[in-house]
């Protein structure tokens, strides 16, 4: 039973370095989606603006880190 509270419980530095990369894949991603498929128009209120997909990709990444 021991070893299963353990195994369970991950250190904080680990859980920062996840959520870290998390969010810088996200962040990839975000950017990723602006430049290949972003909104040419400017009408799109996510994808016409480059920071606000590299917000929403931090944003989606690290919530995806937490597991």
Request: net charge positive.
């Amino acid at each position: 039973m021991e070893k299963e509270n353990a195994k369970e419980k991950t250190p904080l530095k680990k859980q920062i370095v996840r959520i870290s990369i998390g969010l810088v894949i996200g962040a990839v991603f975000g950017y990723a989606y602006y430049y290949f498929i972003g909104c040419n128009t400017g009408s799109c209120p996510i994808t016409s603006n480059p920071i606000s997909t590299l917000i929403y990709g931090m944003l989606i990444g690290g919530v995806l880190a937490i597991k």
